[in-house]
């Protein structure tokens, strides 16, 4: 309708370089605090950002007639 200002998100890059540490616009603290999309967005981001410095994961160790399929072959 006219008149009406329309919604801007932020984009997922400006999402990714807050959660990122890049600092957050006063804009988009204000837009963060009203829009549950893109709050969860941003909180998806976070929890990427904290596996990925955790580490990676441990493999499962292979079954042991894996292993003895290799010793076999050797």
């Known amino acids: 309708m006219p008149g009406q200002s329309q ?3 932020p984009s997922s890059a400006d999402l990714a370089l ?4 890049d600092g957050t616009p ?3 603290k204000r837009h963060l605090s ?4 893109c709050s ?3 909180q998806e981001f976070f929890r990427v950002l904290e596996a990925g410095r955790a ?7 292979p079954p042991a ?3 003895e399929e290799i010793r076999r072959r050797l």
């Open 7 to 9: 919604i801007r998100h």
């Open 18 to 21: 807050i959660a990122l540490g």
């Open 26 to 28: 006063h804009a988009t």
């Open 34 to 37: 009203r829009c549950a999309t």
């Open 40 to 42: 969860t967005t941003l």
């Open 55 to 61: 580490g990676p994961a441990r493999p499962a160790p």
């Open 65 to 67: 007639d894996v292993w």
